[in-house]
C-alpha cells in the first residue's frame, strides 16, 4: 500500500477541524458544569444502590442467584447513562435552535453528518463519564464483575447511540425547554423502571411478563446486564438485536434531520 493513499493525522484533523470544533465545544459545555452535568446523576443513582440494594438486599436475598444489591446494578447504571446521554442532546440542540446559534453552524461548510454527530458526542462523552464514575462509586460498596466485556461494549454502545440520537431528534422537534423534560419524565424513565432494573421480568405473573417484553428498555437492561452478570431475562442475541434495530431506526431519522434541513433550516 502505497503512503500517498493514507492521509496523515495532521491532514484528517485538518479536514475534520469543523467537526473537532463542534465536539469539543459540547464536552466543554459538559465538563464547566461538571457538579449539574456528572456529579448530580451519579449521586442520585449511588442513593439508589444504597436505598435499594442494602436495605432490600436483607429482605430480597438473590435473584436467579445472584445478590440483589449486585444485581440492581446494570439497570442503575443503564438508566443513569441513557437519561444523561437523552437529556444533554435534547437541551444542546434545543438551545442552539432558541438562541439561533444552529443557524452558524449550518452555514459553515460541515457537512450534515459533522454537524449532527459533533452535537451529539457531549451527551456521549457526559455518558461515559457517569457510568465511570457510577461504577467506582459502586465498587465500595457492592461487588460487581463484567462478565462479559465484548457484550457490555456493544450494548453501552448502542445505548448511547440511540439515547443521544433520540435527543438530538427531540431537540429539532421540541418547541419549548417542557417537551424534553415531558419525554424523559412521561416515557424515558418509566419505561426504564417497567424494564427490569429493580426486579427480574420472569418473576412476573401473566399477562405482565408477556407485556414486558413490548417495552424496548427491557431489552437494552437485559443486555447490559448480561455484559456485567452474565446472565439475562432473554438471549443476549435477541436483546441487542431489537436494540440495534431501534437504533438504527433513530439514528437513521436524526440523520434525515439533518440531511434535508427539516425544522432545522428557516
Request: no cysteine; net charge positive.
Amino acid at each position: 500500500m502505497s503512503t500517498a493513499a493514507v492521509a496523515p493525522p495532521s491532514t484528517l484533523a485538518a479536514r475534520r477541524r469543523g467537526l473537532i470544533a463542534l465536539a469539543a465545544r459540547e464536552t466543554h459545555r459538559v465538563l464547566k458544569l461538571w457538579s449539574q452535568t456528572i456529579a448530580a446523576p451519579v449521586l442520585s443513582s449511588f442513593l439508589f444502590i444504597l436505598v435499594f440494594g442494602l436495605s432490600l438486599g436483607g429482605r430480597i436475598r438473590s435473584i436467579d442467584g445472584v445478590p440483589y444489591e449486585t444485581f440492581i446494578v446494570p439497570g442503575l447504571v443503564t438508566m443513569a447513562m441513557v437519561q444523561a446521554a437523552f437529556s444533554n442532546n435534547s437541551s444542546s440542540v434545543f438551545q442552539a435552535r432558541f438562541d439561533r446559534y444552529i443557524n452558524d453552524v449550518l452555514a459553515s461548510p460541515m457537512k450534515p453528518w459533522e454537524v449532527n454527530l459533533g452535537l451529539a458526542l457531549g451527551g456521549v462523552v457526559r455518558a461515559l463519564l457517569i457510568g465511570a464514575a457510577l461504577l467506582a462509586a459502586t465498587a465500595l460498596v457492592v461487588d460487581v464483575h463484567v462478565r462479559e466485556p465484548l457484550a457490555l461494549a456493544v450494548a453501552v454502545a448502542l445505548a448511547l447511540a440511540l439515547f443521544g440520537a433520540l435527543g438530538v431528534v427531540v431537540g429539532v422537534y421540541a418547541q419549548s425547554w417542557d417537551h424534553p423534560a415531558f419525554v424523559q419524565n412521561i416515557l424515558i424513565l418509566p419505561l426504564t423502571f417497567l424494564g427490569g432494573v429493580f426486579y427480574s421480568v420472569q418473576t412476573l405473573p401473566s399477562p405482565w411478563q408477556e407485556v414486558s417484553h413490548a417495552n424496548p428498555m427491557f431489552f437494552l437492561v437485559s443486555a447490559i446486564r448480561y455484559g456485567f452478570l452474565g446472565s439475562s431475562d432473554v438471549s443476549v442475541a435477541l436483546a441487542l438485536g431489537v436494540t440495534a434495530a431501534l437504533t438504527a431506526l433513530v439514528v437513521g431519522w436524526s440523520a434525515w434531520l439533518f440531511r434535508t434541513g427539516h425544522r432545522l433550516k428557516p
